[in-house]
C-alpha cells in the first residue's frame, strides 16, 4: 500500500482574511446600508463624499470601512508580490509584517494631518480632506476584492496581466488623488508644510 500525500493549501489563512474583509463590508451595510449604496457608487457620483464628509471618522461605518482597508490592502500587495514572484509563497508572517508596517504608516499619517489641521486653524477642512482621501483609498480595495480573488486562484495569470492590474491600480489611484487635492488645493497650497506632508 502506498502512502498518500495531501497537498494543504496555503491559502486557508487568505480565504479566512477575506471572509473577514467580507464580513466588515456586511457589518457597514446592516450599519448604515444607504451609505454602502452611495459609497459602491463613488467611481460613478461623489454624492457619498458630499453628503457624509461631515461625519466624524470614528463613526461606525467610516471606522469599518477603514479596518477593511487596512486588511485588504498588506494582501493585495503580498499576492501581487508573488505573482510577480519578488516573494517565493503566501506566509501569514509575510502578510503580518506588510500589515503591521501599513497600519503604523497609514494611522501615523491621519493622525499627523488632524494634528497640522489644528496647527493651521483648519481643523474642519483637514478632516474632510483625511475624509475624502481615506475614502476613495477604502473604495479602491472594495474594487479591488474580485480582481484580488482571480489573481489567488487563476490557474495561469501570466506577469503582464499582473503589471496591467498593478498599473490600472495605480492610475485610478492618481486620479482620485488630483481629485482631493483639486477640492483642497486653498488649503494644501497655501500651507506648504500641509503639501509636504501631503506628499
Not at 504608516?105 to 493651521?120: D, T
Not at 486653524?121 to 475614502?135: D, G, L, P, T, W
Not at 495605480?170 to 506648504?192: C, N, Q, R, W
Request: with cysteine; net charge positive; proline share 2%.
Amino acid at each position: 500500500m502506498e502512502a498518500v500525500f495531501r497537498t494543504i493549501l496555503t491559502t486557508d489563512w487568505i480565504i479566512f482574511l477575506y471572509i473577514i474583509g467580507l464580513s466588515l463590508l456586511l457589518l457597514a451595510k446592516k450599519n448604515s446600508g444607504y451609505k454602502l449604496l452611495y459609497f459602491s457608487k463613488l467611481i460613478f457620483t461623489d454624492t457619498y463624499l458630499k453628503t457624509y464628509r461631515d461625519d466624524s471618522l470614528l463613526k461606525l461605518f467610516h471606522v469599518l470601512l477603514i479596518i477593511f482597508s487596512l486588511i485588504v490592502f498588506p494582501l493585495l500587495v503580498q499576492v501581487v508580490l508573488f505573482r510577480l514572484d519578488v516573494l517565493g509563497g503566501l506566509l501569514l508572517v509575510d502578510y503580518l509584517n506588510f500589515l503591521g508596517v501599513f497600519t503604523v504608516f497609514f494611522i501615523s499619517k491621519m493622525i499627523i494631518q488632524l494634528i497640522v489641521g489644528v496647527m493651521i486653524n483648519k481643523k474642519e477642512k483637514i478632516k474632510c480632506y483625511v475624509f475624502e482621501k481615506q475614502s476613495y483609498f477604502s473604495y479602491l480595495m472594495f474594487i479591488a476584492l474580485i480582481p484580488l480573488l482571480l489573481l489567488l486562484f487563476s490557474p495561469v495569470i501570466v506577469s503582464y496581466a499582473v503589471y496591467l492590474f498593478v498599473f490600472l491600480w495605480i492610475t485610478i489611484f492618481g486620479l482620485a488623488m488630483l481629485l482631493v487635492v483639486s477640492h483642497f488645493k486653498d488649503v494644501i497650497f497655501k500651507h506648504p508644510l500641509y503639501f509636504i506632508l501631503y506628499l
